[in-house]
């Protein structure tokens, strides 16, 4: 048996990356970033192929990573994580810096920004690992950087209670959406994209 709730215990970091298409640019939350080797400065990325960030990371293999901070609010979150570059502008109207390479990365709740250029791309499945040779690296504050589990304990919004008139309510374990009315088998979440089993009923 595998409990979901045990590989939660896992530490992640969170942080958005940003990619291109050659013209569009687009962003995403990911919560697997890792230095491989120091010399070359190398770092290792794992992106969800239900992610449009991943399509273009194959496609041009160009990419920053900006390492979030405690201070990230959940709209920040809400923006690069809960919907889809295919169909929506991740960045329209907002403020955000340019690299040496030409991409965004996030000047406000970032603590350190890296560029790098893929070198290899492995398929695992669901994801693929992404390996790069950084092109550029530079410290931004000393604010902690977040992680997954200060997200969920003190960013993530808590779902709210019940109203004992209410109906039938579902929520995602995951990211905290709330369903109301019957949850079909083939429910997927709007938000994160986890499927039923991932909610719990709440009344």
Request: charged letters at 25%; proline letters at 6%.
């Amino acid at each position: 048996m595998i409990e979901k709730e045990a590989m939660f215990q896992l530490t992640y970091g969170l942080y958005m990356l940003t990619t291109t298409d050659g013209e569009k640019q687009n962003g995403c939350i990911v919560n697997t970033v890792q230095m491989l080797t120091d010399n070359p400065k190398r770092i290792v990325v794992f992106v969800n192929k239900a992610n449009y960030s991943e399509e273009l990371l194959r496609k041009t293999g160009i990419f920053n990573v900006s390492v979030l901070t405690e201070s990230t609010p959940f709209a920040i979150f809400k923006q690069f994580g809960f919907s889809s570059g295919r169909d929506t502008d991740k960045f329209e109207g907002g403020k955000y810096a340019l690299s040496e390479n030409g991409l965004y990365y996030l000047p406000e709740y970032t603590n350190a920004v890296l560029s790098a250029k893929v070198v290899d791309a492995y398929d695992y499945g669901t994801h693929t690992l992404f390996v790069a040779d950084v092109t550029e690296a530079k410290k931004l504050s000393s604010e902690p950087s977040v992680t997954y589990t200060y997200y969920q304990n003190n960013i993530k919004p808590k779902p709210e209670a019940p109203k004992p008139e209410a109906g039938e309510k579902w929520v995602c374990k995951i990211c905290g959406y709330t369903h109301e009315g019957p949850l079909p088998e083939d429910f997927i979440c709007p938000w994160c994209k986890h499927p039923a089993e991932d909610f719990e009923r709440v009344s």
